[in-house]
């Protein structure tokens, strides 16, 4: 293709030499305690890999950026930071192919994404720089988890987790998609093991509740909403007939419980062993050990066959005594509700295939529906409830929960889809798990004062067969002393997923360097919370759920100020390749941000990326919009070179005036909404029209074209801005003036294009005053000469008169 090279590409040199001079100036470097208003702007720190930056993170930062530019020039005292998310299964693997040390290869990855990040001219505090694999910054990481474990919010369990038998690791749920572990996509078997787990469910509540407080993208809210899955109904106990247990159910519809046909355990639940009789066992446990087998995903799929098998033991329906069979189905979850169903098959739909497939009864109880065709699931008026005939859904759950609460068999429940976070990695490049085990004293915390445990040198980063992690294998390390009776005692070999150090990262930018303490408190009062958060809609459920977790912990240890992280949270669409297809390596539609730099220039690719199309959408990459987006500063270019050798002409100063303030408003606005797409916009007609004057217009709108570039393309305003005032010396940024005022008098309409109509045809169109009168416009309509040629002796016979759009002669 062929385009027109702009100035600052031909000379990459211009690009680099200003951000040789912003750096020298500081003008980016955030105050703590300055007194002016602060405002701590934050991008999620990207994860290290080899591949370097993509164009996707190029839109995010790029789009912050402009904003961290404008609110500096505002007078804000800004604070936009970066660092490293370092740890994780990326590094390690690319270890155990290379044979160099995780270490060395974090090193070589930051320099490339510095390199990188430094190219594009982000206005980052980088005296700020963290990295979470530096012993410095993950000594509090595990201090936390510390806290943790002394609060009992940190404890183990074994339990059935998703196993990725590639990566040989134990997976979150949140790490599992479609049943297939998330960085290999390899099947994920269920396996049994020890792990350490933090108690998020204690905040369950609060994390649903205080969602109030914050200003979140609507969708953003509904996802966390939902993962929460904070649900109310009745727990109510079935006797076991012939033993003394029973089965604790959860239920939303308790209203139904007079159409309980049967009960259906998880085949987890405790009770499977114990009750199943003898005829049944044989099935039963072959049905149990299958089961295993399946995700929960697959379990739960509503489109899938449900399955289970009669266990031959029976319970009681307490509202009535009658006899309920007990069956095992893997339907049930284990972990929800007290893992067992009662099944009511007139009104759910599940339980309706299940009892049609195994000839169970289906009992109406809820009027409303053909129970004979599906299952009625709605409210309606009760029958065959004895007593609680009549009622109303509504009504009878409450009647018929207070009857249970009375004769102590039930009682109203809240319950939560949200589960524990299973927090053990079995892997070599993560923070150790400070706990040391003792033969005497149990699991005991490494104490303060010995933290960080670094992570030892290995030369085998390969996890075992046996699942542990590769520092089980360093026995010396392993062996330690144990705090609290001095005997010999093993270190914890697990070590923390990754999500551990990126939950408080946002703290540490603001101590960095601070050894006794995770963060200042003072400087914690000053910055927080983060006024704006910008990430991926995929960490909406993991990161942004899990650090609101650790905030709210450390909000109640007195630790930080604030109970909420973030005030206010939006998110980026991500970019695609130029065929559609998300970019990746394997389809060969990657586009690295260093290729455009160097056609184009960083301003070029930025602009661009603002301009795409609606931040919070994705979108395909595209050469053709990159190309007018080239285009674009091209002319800005050549307006500010040529304008002082044009010539002086007449210039419509009203129409010049309110088209500077229109843009001065819009531009501002639509950044402070993140409409970063329609500002540039609002850029480029802005340009056009300073250009259609054809003649030398005043440099002060020249001076603001520029200011209200210079957040968008930094790089570009800054030169030409002193392009246009040669004599001013390069320690004078752009970036140290302030941001246009605008006027909304000014804003306003002086004049309008009035279009003249004959017959309803469009024969011209003047300027006139906004608020002309019917009669005004008539004079100076008969006036013009085209219109007189129109008319010639014609009578006119009537006018129509639109006002501030159009006037219409009917002749
Ligand atoms: C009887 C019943 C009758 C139900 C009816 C629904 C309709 P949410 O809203 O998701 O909380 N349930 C309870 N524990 C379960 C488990 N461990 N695994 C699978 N399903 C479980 O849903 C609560 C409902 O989900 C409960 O109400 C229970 O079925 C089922 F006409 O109880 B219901
Ligand atoms: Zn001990």
């Known amino acids: 293709m062929n385009y027109q090279q702009p100035l600052l590409s031909k000379n990459q040199a211009i690009e680099e030499k200003w951000q ?130 002394k609060k009992k919010l940190a404890y183990q369990a074994k339990i059935p987790i998703n196993w990725c038998p590639k990566c040989k690791i134990g997976l979150a749920n949140e790490e599992v998609i479609s049943n297939k572990c998330e960085r290999c996509g390899t099947e994920v078997l269920r396996r049994e093991q020890k792990q350490w787990m933090l108690k998020i469910t204690d905040y369950a509540e609060r994390l649903l509740k205080d969602l109030e407080k914050v200003d979140y993208l609507d969708k953003i809210k509904a996802q966390q909403i939902n993962w929460i899955g904070r649900s109310e109904g009745t727990n109510i106990r079935f006797l076991i007939t012939d033993i003394k247990e029973s089965i604790e159910v959860f239920t939303t519809r308790i209203d139904t419980l007079f159409g309980v046909t049967a009960m259906v355990l998880a085949p987890e639940h405790d009770l499977v062993k114990k009750i199943t009789t003898s005829e049944s066992k044989k099935e039963v446990e072959k049905y149990v050990k299958d089961s295993k087998k399946k995700s929960e995903l697959e379990r739960t799929d509503l489109d899938k066959e449900k399955t289970g098998v009669f266990i031959g033991a029976y319970c009681l329906n307490p509202i009535n005594q009658e006899k309920i069979p007990i069956w095992v189905g893997d339907y049930v979850i284990a972990t929800y509700g007290g893992g067992a169903v009662m099944i009511v098959p007139a009104h759910d739909k599940r339980d309706y295939v299940f009892a049609k497939k195994f000839g169970l009864e289906i009992k109406e109880v809820v009027k409303g529906g053909d129970i004979l065709k599906q299952a009625y699931t709605d409210y309606g008026v009760l029958v065959n409830s004895e007593e609680f005939n009549g009622l109303d859904s509504k009504q009878a759950i409450k009647k018929i929960t207070l009857w249970l609460k009375k004769k102590k068999l039930g009682d109203f429940a809240v319950h939560y889809k949200l589960r524990d976070w299973v927090f053990s990695r079995q892997h070599y490049w993560g923070e150790p798990i400070p706990i040391i085990h003792c033969p005497k004293c149990g699991t005991v915390p490494v104490l303060e004062k010995d933290l960080p445990v670094e992570l030892p040198y290995v030369k085998n980063y390969k996890p075992t067969e046996t699942g542990q992690s590769p520092l089980a294998a360093i026995k010396d390390w392993v062996k330690t002393q144990c705090p609290q009776c001095n005997g010999l005692a093993e270190r914890e070999t697990d070590t923390m997923p990754n999500w551990a150090g990126s939950n408080w990262y946002f703290l540490r930018y603001l101590d960095f360097d601070n050894n006794k303490s995770l963060a200042d408190i003072k400087k914690l009062k000053y910055w927080m919370p983060v006024d704006l958060y910008n990430g991926g809609m995929e960490h909406t459920t993991l990161h942004l759920l899990y650090s609101r977790f650790w905030h709210k912990f450390l909000f109640d240890i007195k630790v930080v100020p604030t109970s909420e992280p973030y005030s206010r949270r939006r998110s980026h669409g991500i970019v695609l390749g130029e065929d559609g297809r998300k970019m990746s390596k394997s389809f060969g539609n990657v586009i690295s941000p260093d290729e455009i730099i160097k056609k184009y220039g960083a301003d070029v690719l ?20 990159i190309e007018g987006v080239n285009r674009f500063l091209l002319k800005v270019e050549t307006l500010v070179l040529e ?169």
Not at 619 to 625: E, F, H, N, P
């Open 606 to 625: 930025r602009v661009y990326e603002m301009f795409m199309g609606p931040f919070d959408q994705m979108i395909a990459w595209d050469t053709k919009t």
């Open 643 to 811: 304008n002082k050798n044009k010539k002086e002409g007449k210039i419509n100063l009203n129409k010049l005036e309110q088209l500077t303030h229109q843009t001065i408003k819009k531009v501002g606005q639509d950044l402070e909404k993140m409409k970063f797409n329609t500002a540039v916009s609002a850029l480029m007609e802005y340009n056009n029209e300073l250009i259609s004057f054809n003649a030398q217009i005043p440099e002060d709108n020249i001076e603001i074209l520029l200011l209200l570039l210079a957040p968008f393309a930094p790089h570009w305003a800054e030169e030409f801005w002193h392009r246009l005032k040669p004599q001013l010396s390069e320690e004078k940024s752009i970036f140290q003036q302030p941001w246009p005022k605008f006027n909304e008098k000014s804003a306003q309409k002086k004049e309008i294009e009035l279009v003249i109509q004959i017959n309803g045809k469009v024969r011209d169109k003047i300027l006139t005053p906004v608020d002309i009168s019917q009669r005004q416009a008539e004079k100076m309509v008969l006036k013009q000469g085209k219109i007189q040629r129109f008319i010639k002796d014609k009578e006119i016979k009537k006018i129509i008169f639109v006002p501030k759009k159009l006037i219409n002669l009917v002749v």
């Open 20 to 149: 040789n001079i912003w750096e020298k100036l500081n003008l980016y470097q955030a105050k703590d305690f300055d007194k002016r208003p602060k405002q701590y702007i934050l991008i999620e720190f990207p994860y290290l890999s080899g591949d370097g930056l993509h164009v996707g993170h190029v839109r995010s930062y790029a789009a912050l950026d402009a904003l961290a530019r404008k609110k500096r020039m505002q007078g804000y005292n800004v604070l936009y930071p970066i660092g490293w998310d370092a740890f994780g299964l990326p590094t390690e693997n690319y270890a155990i192919k290379t044979g160099l040390h995780p270490i060395e290869i974090t090193k070589q990855n930051i320099k490339l994404f510095k390199r990188q990040l430094k190219s594009i001219g982000l206005s980052f505090d980088w005296s700020r720089e963290i990295n979470t694999s530096d012993p410095k910054y993950y000594k509090w990481t595990q201090w936390i988890f510390l806290q943790l474990f």
